[in-house]
């Protein structure tokens, strides 16, 4: 009874011990993306260029885009006619001009009224800059204090226009494009190389290689590899792939390093998932006749696929996340353009986040928190992907 009672005492102490850091750590990271989320969005005062004028939410939506509709709105309410309107609007190289300098947002909230379109320049004066939480504390004193020509936005700075502008050296005109297409060319490329690589390299150390030296040498190299910190990886890639090969900081040479980088994860995963599939399966295979090459691709691979699939899924999403590397190789950290091949300069999410956060001005702390808040959803994303995977396809044996 008293060794039962002991037994009992120890594994509750146990469990407090694992459950009160654990408490602790999720209240901390729930605590910071509470206050990651609203920072994404920011109480303005703000002294526009423009006309000033705010629109409502249906005055200016349009099924076929807001865009226009708007930008109509606005040069209306600064009194140009309507040829001028449609020289703007219909012009391509107006149009691009007039986009450069401007950016159509809906407001959460303005001059005390909800959901309100506004056309916002890259020329408006930023008279003050609050939090969400202690803006809406003092929303009632902010409005009361507004000056003639001044005007209180509530600015969600993760919109539709933020998917959609360029990188700029202005907050209100920073957007996330050229980065979100960056990292998109580099992961495609990434998947590319590393997926038959590393799924080629499983299915031959544990199918076809022979149990010797190098077999086993090779796989203690493997191991050791899938746990060198990144930066190693981007010295490599800046060595062999952007100077020996000459390729400079490219798309190609980030996904060539990258690569590298996820292989070893892609190939333990991938082993484990074909370890894991019963030998007499095999077996029955050879016993109906199929070959060793019919046997691996179309009896263990597909038993294993769950395996696979969620290694390739994990080291996607870690790849998408490294910024060390991609800092080595020398990736932009300003792309004005977009990346329009594998031989193109580029940037990506860590890299355009790096210095959002590292930029003087206030509102980059707000673009930054926009940036992260994409990145973390593409991470869960991801995740949730491996997981939902991982549950739907495991098969017991």
């Known amino acids: ?176 494009a050229p980065a979100l297409l960056g990292s998109i060319w580099v992961i495609g490329l990434v998947i590319i190389i590393a997926v038959p690589v590393g799924v080629g390299a499983a299915v ?10 190098f077999t086993r040498v090779l796989e203690v190299n493997l191991r050791n590899l899938a746990g060198v910190p ?41 082993r484990e998932g074909i370890r894991s599939v019963p030998g007499s399966m095999r077996q029955a295979a050879y016993g109906l006749g199929a070959t060793k090459s019919q046997v691996v691709f179309h009896v263990v691979l597909p038993a294993a696929l769950s395996s696979v699939v969620t290694g390739v899924i994990l080291a996607v999403a870690r790849a998408l996340g490294e910024t060390a590397p991609l800092l080595v190789i020398g990736a932009a950290v300003f792309v004005p353009g977009l990346p329009n091949g594998p031989l193109a300069q580029y940037t990506a999410l860590p890299i355009q986040i790096y210095t959002w956060v590292g930029e003087n001005e206030r509102e980059f702390a707000h673009v930054a928190s926009a940036g992260i808040v994409v990145l973390l959803g593409v991470l869960g994303a991801l995740y949730g992907a491996a997981f939902w995977l991982r549950r739907k396809y495991e098969r017991r044996w």
């Open 204 to 213: 031959y150390l544990e199918e076809y290689a022979a149990d010797n030296v």
């Open 230 to 270: 990144s930066i190693v990886y981007g010295i490599l890639g800046l060595t062999v792939f952007v100077r020996l090969m000459g390729l400079g900081p490219v798309v190609l040479a980030a996904a060539l390093t990258l690569s590298l980088l996820v292989v070893p994860v892609v190939v333990i995963a991938s």
């Open 1 to 176: 009874m008293r060794a039962a009672r002991a037994r009992r005492v120890r594994g509750g102490l146990f469990h407090a011990v694992v459950a009160v850091p654990t408490f602790l750590a999720l209240a901390l990271l729930a605590a910071l993306l509470f206050e990651l989320l609203t920072d994404t969005v920011s109480w303005q005062v703000v002294e526009p260029r423009g006309s000033g004028e705010s629109f409502s939410f249906f005055e200016g939506f349009s099924l076929t885009g807001s865009w226009e509709k708007v930008v109509r709105l606005e040069l209306t309410a600064q009194g140009n006619d309507q040829a001028e309107i449609d020289s703007v609007v219909r012009d391509p190289d107006e149009r691009r001009k007039f986009a450069a300098r401007n950016r159509v947002e809906l407001m959460l909230w303005a001059d005390g009224k909800p959901l309100r379109w506004v056309v916002t320049g890259s020329r408006d004066g930023l008279v003050e800059d609050h939090g969400l939480l202690s803006g809406w504390q003092r929303r009632g004193e902010l409005l009361a204090g507004l000056q003639p020509g001044q005007h209180l936005y509530l600015n969600p700075w993760l919109d539709i226009a933020f998917f959609a502008k360029s990188a700029s050296r202005t907050p209100l005109m920073a957007g996330l």
